[in-house]
């Protein structure tokens, strides 16, 4: 059974630093993309930041570039998101995701594999 378990998530003040990490078992990830989403109360999902395979292609959401940073162990089967400079707007739950193929995607659509999330706060 396929599993991701994403932690890290908490409270922190504006400006503060967070690292998420999700961890993926059950089926080796190492061939397909892996990548951040989240969701705030009352809005829709939307796509963070992404990463293929090898972790020599990322792409990131224009409100998060140059803030957050994606990385990835294939060998631990991990995807990692270290957020800095944080701002309130950013509270969200954090979910990641496995695509069905190795590439820079950003739509939910193409993503099989989601973890039950990991919430981040952030108090201005």
């Known amino acids: 059974q396929v599993q991701l378990v994403e932690s890290g998530g908490g409270l922190v003040q504006a400006g503060g630093s967070l690292r998420l990490s999700c961890a993926a078992s059950g089926r080796t990830f190492s061939s397909y993309s892996m990548a951040w989403f989240r969701q705030s109360p009352g809005k829709e999902r939307e796509f963070v930041a992404t990463?293929?395979?090898?972790?020599?292609?990322?792409s990131y959401a224009d409100s998060v570039k140059a803030r957050f940073t994606i990385s990835r162990d294939s060998a631990k089967n991990t995807v990692y998101l270290q957020m800095n400079s944080l701002k309130p707007e950013d509270t969200a739950v954090y979910y990641c995701?496995?695509?069905?193929?190795?590439?820079?995607?950003?739509?939910?659509?193409?993503?099989?594999?989601w973890g039950q999330g990991t919430q981040v706060t952030v108090s201005s």
């Open positions: 990463i293929t395979w090898s972790g020599g292609s990322t």
């Open positions: 995701a496995v695509a069905r193929l190795n590439g820079i995607v950003t739509q939910s659509t193409w993503y099989d594999y």
